[in-house]
């Protein structure tokens, strides 16, 4: 198979006016570390900005937020209180899990988040229970980004 060479002198002639500092031409040319591929995913599955906000506007008391969310809030800041985590059966045995199987199903979401004094809330965008508490005169949104949002409750 021939190749065209016009056009291949053409882009290459392009890529070099547009990267002419040999830093950014390093740049352009380097593929992304594993660090850098894994805190692309991370910020795609995880609220890491989220968390960020979290850091610099403590909430008071336990985060209600999702299982998954729980446990990487845990490894990330074990000074940031979880409703709950990825520990399941400590969760289960105690009846804090149908407890909050019933929050994000709305069946009583209100009642569960006054039971346990949950101040504030840290979940995926666009779930029932975030339009629930949009909704809802004693909660406001703190934060949102692509990723998450963090609803407050109003005293």
Known sequence: MRRNTKLSESASCVFRQR??????LTAALQPPTNAQAMRAVLGQRY?????AWLKKNPPKGR?????????YLNYQDPATPVFMDGRMDLF???GVFADYLKAISLD??????????????LLPNGTPLVYLLEHTP???????????VVLVRVH
């Open 47 to 51: 609220p890491v900005t989220g968390l």
């Open 19 to 24: 990267y002419r500092q040999p830093e950014l």
């Open 92 to 94: 289960e045995h105690s």
């Open 63 to 71: 985060i209600f937020s999702t299982l998954e969310w729980g446990g």
């Open 108 to 121: 009583g979401s209100l009642e569960v988040l006054d039971r346990y004094r949950i101040e504030s809330v």
């Open 138 to 148: 004693e909660w406001t949104v703190a934060y949102r980004d692509g990723n998450a």
